[in-house]
């Protein structure tokens, strides 16, 4: 398959596909002659696979990861399940950081509209 089959199938642009060829999602393209890269069909799903991931909340050094250990074999829901855990933990702190900056923002906007304005205070000087 064309570069263009392959990102037209897989819902991502051509710079998309090279870039993942380039980090590693995708094993590097054969190419023809001309120069042009010719991708297994399999670089579709592979892209799918890889694009659901980082949905999930996997960084792309994750899926790059979590694909090599695929690709070695012998991988189950057991033995990956860590990977998972990782992103399930990364974003509970991300919400707790989230949510504390929430809490200080509405503090700031009650101190606002009691005329308590930290804010004006400090562009005043």
């Known amino acids: 398959m064309k570069i ?10 051509v710079d ?3 870039f993942y060829e380039r980090r590693g999602v995708l094993p590097a393209a054969e190419r023809r002659p001309s120069g042009y890269r010719i991708f297994d069909p399999s670089a579709v799903e592979r892209i799918r696979f890889a694009k659901g991931l980082q949905e999930l909340g996997f960084t792309l050094d994750e899926v790059v990861d979590a694909l090599a250990a695929h ?3 012998g991988t189950t829901c057991e033995s990956e399940r860590w990977r998972l855990e990782a ?3 990364r974003i509970e702190a991300k919400m ?15 101190d606002c509209r ?3 304005c930290r804010f004006a205070q400090a562009w005043r000087g």
Do not use: M, Y
């Open 87 to 89: 992103v399930v933990d």
């Open 114 to 116: 009691t005329g308590h």
């Open 71 to 73: 690709d070695a074999g």
């Open 16 to 18: 998309t596909v090279r």
């Open 96 to 110: 707790a950081e989230l949510a504390e900056a929430r809490r200080a923002a509405v503090k700031s906007l009650e």
């Open 4 to 13: 263009g089959q392959v990102a037209g199938e897989a819902g991502v642009s």
